[in-house]
């Protein structure tokens, strides 16, 4: 079978994280895109979110890996829920597997752009259930 198109752009944005390479980053996401920075911190914008991920490279001392364990992308149309098990690690925090969710949006070129990008899944919710 082959790999989703969502995949793949997952895969490129994995890379470009580890790399540190924000240009190739940026071209995922769309242009009004959110990031998730943590619960209760959003970043909104492709200028917000590079300046988010140039802070998380310092945090975790230009040393974070990401990598997926499992995705499941469920499309309609344009729209694509991605669940995913994305790993993470660096040299000052252990691994730690998320279970996160990503929405991509198809544009009209046919490209799937990441349009909200939520490592923490379920998590931004809290306690209050």
């Keep these: 079978m082959q790999q989703h198109a969502v ?13 540190e390479d ?5 071209d995922i996401y769309t242009r009004d895109a959110v990031l998730v920075v943590e619960p209760g911190r959003n970043a909104v914008g492709k200028d917000a979110i590079r300046k988010a991920f140039k802070a998380i490279a310092v945090y975790f001392k230009n040393g974070l890996q990401v990598r997926q364990k499992g995705i499941e992308v469920l499309e309609s149309g344009n729209t694509a829920l991605v ?3 994305t790993v993470i690690s660096a040299p000052n925090m252990p691994e730690i597997t ?3 969710t990503y929405v991509f949006y ?3 070129n046919g490209t799937w752009l990441c349009s909200i ?3 923490y ?3 931004i919710i809290g ?3």
């Design 106 to 108: 198809k544009d009209a």
């Design 127 to 129: 306690g209050n259930a």
């Design 22 to 26: 924000f240009d190739t980053l940026m």
């Design 98 to 100: 998320r279970k996160a």
């Design 117 to 119: 990008d939520n490592s």
């Design 83 to 85: 669940l995913a098990n």
């Design 7 to 19: 995949v793949k752009q997952i895969e490129k944005a994995d890379r470009a994280i580890v790399a």
């Design 121 to 123: 899944g379920h998590e």
